[in-house]
């Protein structure tokens, strides 16, 4: 596996006029100059696990673009851990901070700020779906590692052993932890070259991003995920049919 | 208005929510013989991926989506049935609630009632259910955003754990029942990758008080809390619709003064116990074990009202 791009390089690269982004207990923040404007950054870097603080202090940076008005896109740089797993932060509501950070993303998309995810790293289950992919579009860079869980964390709770799963990864990507796997699914939809600067790459990510979600088309395209976006499109069809008369009443009586 | 009475069913919603199938709370939640099915298990839409694991299938990928009445108004409905992979989010599964969400932007309901009961994402196709989690909590957001409340109803057998948790958040409204927990982690996944000693997850009365129904309704994490009938579901559901708050900026920074007070008040405590003392309850040792009212007299003693900041 390709080594990671380390932050300081990445932010070199994306901002070859220098920037004000800082780092902060693995909590990224500021902003840069991009083409004409100026691009907001936030993230998570050095594979940390994202708990209740971060969650909130990246949402209240999120928020604070959001007030400002003005259309300012938002980059969101990832090297994380999974959700931060504890009693206390399960006990004072994580589910609810996650949640809370992924919905000022998608506030700040549709309210006219473009939202960028940038996987550089590592980024597992609850950060990465309160972070990379509550962006409207998710580019990574070549030795980028998602996952949802690690095979030996699969293989606990599949009870298969490692090497049949190891074996599988090979030849089926919808189970399997790594960047190639999530390209598939739609998930990631571009990859960029570290050789190139990674401004124009932002840049071009912004101007051509999908007003709508194409996630299932792409995984549909790639095989990632062959059947999501046909039975999605089937239950908006289903969905606009006019009710007949007690047409096709699915019901379980209780008991039976 | 085409609201007509008819005949309730006394048994279909006096029955426990906590025991009965996806299928009959759906039909006990809704108007009497109104829910009408998309992709029916007749359809045998089953998962592409599970045969690579050598696992049984279900007709319907253990979600069912379709349309409904409630009180006489339309609304979209899903609900995940637990007792199959335990509700877990896998490619089919998923796309079936975002297929759902984005019918109600065309349809425009009165309400889409999310009835989860799931341990997250099904990991053997973990990436489809990881991707299809984030469509949903988009969907969310953009049926929210066009007025129309996105309620979550929370007490089945599986809880409401790791993505599931995050949609639940996504949601303008929850209702939760004393056995419905909601989480991110799960106290075996905690349990696993920290130890025992950090959480202990044999030790049910920590996980209920820690997870729990009543600690999310009194943390403010749910909005209401109900007895454990499909009928009390039903009556919360239905006064949720006009209570939900929309999709906006001054909703978030709302949320955002709220989570940031609740780390600033109760970020020190090791135990729900010490929270609610905080809260202002006499007797912290006896919430566990009070009934439905006696629980709602508790909330009615203490000074914190509701809050519309989801």
Known sequence: MRDKMPLDTLLASLFPAGHAVTVADGLISGEGPLTDGRLAVIGIDGDTALGLEGACFLAGCVLDVVRAG???????????????????????????????????????????????????????????????????????????????????????????????????????????????????????????????????????????SPAVDTRDALGRERGGRPLAHDIAAQVVREAQVVRGAQDRVMREAPGA | MDWKPVALSAESRDQSWYEASARARLAGLLDVDTFQEFIGPEQRQMSPHLPLFALPRAFDDGMIVGRGRLDGRDVLAAAQEGRFMGGAFGEIHGAKLVGLLRAALAVKPAAVLILFDTGGVRLQEANAGETAIAEIMRAITQVRAAGIPVIGLIGGRAGCYGGGGLIAGTCAHLVISEGGRLSVSGPEVIETNKGAEEFDSRDRALVWRTMGGKHRRLLGAADAFVADTIGAFREAALAAIPEAPSFDLATLEAEQARLEARLERFGDTRDATEIWGRLGVNDPAAVPSLTTEGFDALLDSLPEGSHHAR
């Open chain 1, 70 to 208: 003005g259309g300012r896109p938002i980059l969101v740089l990832i090297d994380s851990d999974s959700q931060r797993m504890s009693r206390r932060d399960e006990l004072l509501g994580l589910n609810e901070y996650l949640a809370h950070l992924a919905k000022a993303l998608l506030l700040a998309d549709a309210q006219g700020h473009p939202t960028i995810g940038l996987l550089y790293g590592h980024s597992a289950a609850g950060a990465f779906i309160a972070t990379a992919l509550a962006t409207r579009v998710l580019a990574a860079l070549p030795g980028a590692h998602p996952s949802v869980m690690d095979l030996p964390s699969v293989a606990r709770v599949t009870k298969l052993p490692l090497e049949t799963l190891q074996d599988m990864a090979r030849s089926t990507s919808v189970f399997a932890p790594g960047l190639d796997n999530m390209v598939q699914t739609g998930a990631v939809q571009a990859t960029l070259d570290p050789g190139k600067p990674l401004g124009p790459q932002i840049a071009a990510l912004i101007a051509d």
